[in-house]
């Protein structure tokens, strides 16, 4: 199995635009698509990117994902921060076989 | 829209049993493979189990194999974790999650359910 790590905590202030970082252990970044979630305290989670890239109905534009074959990481990119992008927010990936996700990563917006 | 909804959740003795079920609603049930995701207090998402649309074919995550199924009713538009010789470290919110793939599986968990809790406490 591979994993995906996530750096702990993240913060930054409103207005200004913050980076969750996402890197595979094995295997090759690219070859499969990373989803990203976002779950704030108390609720289920929700998806804002999947495909690397995407974003599901009613996620923001603020929103954005990319694919790094040379750091073999994914990230999720949140720009204007405001204070309800307060949450969790996970990366997850399928080989095919099994289904991951990253650690999680606490995002502060103070 | 979607909807799923859990039941079953409960405070249970280590080594008992139990069984999760989830109500769909809101999209054709039976075109979608469904999974169950647990989050233990306090910690992160860990993929627990798939189940194809057909109910044919399955898979369960290391943490559960051997101890836990997954089944569906389509005819009921239900989902059940049947949950055997409970563990301590089986605590955790449970999620009824639809996969984005109709008649085949992704890496995409498209629709959450709120989610259920189970107790495994002496």
């Known amino acids: 199995n591979f994993m995906l790590t996530q750096p702990h905590s993240v913060s930054e202030s409103p207005g200004r635009t913050v980076t969750i970082s996402c890197t595979r252990n094995?295997?090759?970044?690219?070859?499969?698509?990373v989803q990203w979630y976002q779950q704030r305290p108390g609720s289920a989670p929700t998806p804002v990117i999947y495909e690397n890239n995407q974003r599901p109905s009613g996620v923001p534009f603020r929103f954005s994902g990319s694919v790094d074959s040379s750091s073999n990481s994914a990230s999720l990119s949140i720009s204007g921060l405001r204070t309800e992008d307060e949450a969790d927010y996970y990366c997850?990936?399928?080989?095919?076989?099994?289904?991951?996700f990253g650690g999680g990563t606490t995002l502060t917006v103070l | 829209q979607v909807q799923l909804v859990e039941s079953g959740g409960g405070v249970v003795q280590p080594g008992r049993s139990l069984r999760l079920s989830c109500g769909a609603s809101?999209?054709?049930?039976?075109?979608?493979?469904m999974h169950w995701v647990r989050q233990a207090p306090g910690k992160g998402l860990e993929w627990v189990a798939v189940i194809w649309y057909h109910g044919n074919k399955k898979d369960h995550g290391d943490s559960v194999k051997g101890r836990f199924t997954i089944s569906r009713d389509n005819s009921k538009n239900t989902l059940y974790l049947q949950m055997n010789s409970l563990r301590v470290e089986d605590t955790a919110i449970y999620y009824c999650?639809?996969?984005?793939?109709?008649?085949?599986?992704?890496?995409?968990?498209?629709?959450w359910g709120q989610g259920i809790l189970v107790t495994v406490s002496s």
């Open positions: 999650v639809r996969d984005s793939m109709q008649w085949s599986t992704s890496g995409y968990f498209d629709s």
């Open positions: 094995t295997g090759n970044i690219a070859t499969n698509y």
């Open positions: 809101g999209f054709t049930f039976s075109d979608y493979g």
């Open positions: 997850q990936s399928f080989d095919g076989v099994n289904w991951v």
